[in-house]
């Protein structure tokens, strides 16, 4: 079962206009991280933001935890054409292993 | 780090047959991860290794479905009697074994049951 929710579902936004996409989660997290995934490929890790965590920053990227909320958010700035993807962010309760959770995915697409 | 391999990338079959797919994780990584994504939706957890131990299995995997890791090495994920609803991408991961880690992803083998 999935974990949580992206907001939204899809995106649709030119290049260098920055994109903002959110996940609620259910459960208390160790850590949630967010991945991207091209069509017809693999998840590649983006960003990993602990749970005394509220802001983290990765080249274009930046990230932000509410654990009173449970919700995080995934900022792109100045997008591109090669950023169009797939989001997901994952949660992570680490019980003694790494179990990822994903939310349903928000489609990024960036027209040039 | 030459990434987390996957084999077949595609696979096409006939329900109520068997099927095998293979993941090498990136080598110096012990904990080793398969996922099943469905269209549309995001991987879900199956199975963990640490090393050539299978700790965590979830429900969605049922008594069709089997997984090893001989050697701590390479994995193999095997269907038994195939269903249609087992249409699917199935991803394998791996990460490094000691804290929390990014999971590395392999392009996954996408399965599709006629």
């Known amino acids: 079962s999935q974990q949580g929710e992206e907001d939204p579902q899809a995106l649709s936004i030119q290049e260098g206009e920055n994109a903002t996409m959110n996940c609620s989660y259910k459960?208390?997290?160790?850590?949630l991280q967010w991945y991207r995934q091209n069509s017809g490929r693999g998840l590649v890790h983006l960003i990993l933001i602990r749970s005394n965590e509220r802001e983290k920053h990765s080249g274009r990227l930046r990230v932000t935890l509410d654990t009173s909320k449970k919700s995080s958010s995934l900022l792109i700035t100045a997008s591109r054409a090669a950023d169009t993807a797939s989001y997901f962010c994952a949660t992570d309760a680490y019980t003694g292993f790494q179990k990822l959770v994903f939310g349903t995915g928000t489609r990024l697409l960036v027209s040039p | 780090d030459t990434g987390v391999s996957q084999n077949p990338r595609h696979k096409i079959t006939k329900r109520g047959q068997n099927v095998t797919f293979r993941c090498d994780p990136i080598?110096?990584?012990?904990?080793l991860y398969w996922y099943r994504q469905t269209l549309g939706q995001g991987p879900e957890f199956l199975t963990y290794f640490q090393n050539e131990a299978q700790l965590e299995k979830s429900r969605l995997l049922s008594d069709r479905f089997s997984a090893e890791r001989p050697k701590g090495s390479f994995s193999t994920l095997e269907i038994q009697r195939t269903e249609q609803g087992d249409s699917a991408m199935y991803l394998c991961a791996s990460s490094l074994g000691t804290g929390i880690q990014p999971q590395h992803f392999g392009d996954g083998t996408r399965l599709s049951i006629l």
């Open positions: 459960t208390s997290i160790n850590n």
């Open positions: 080598s110096e990584h012990n904990r």
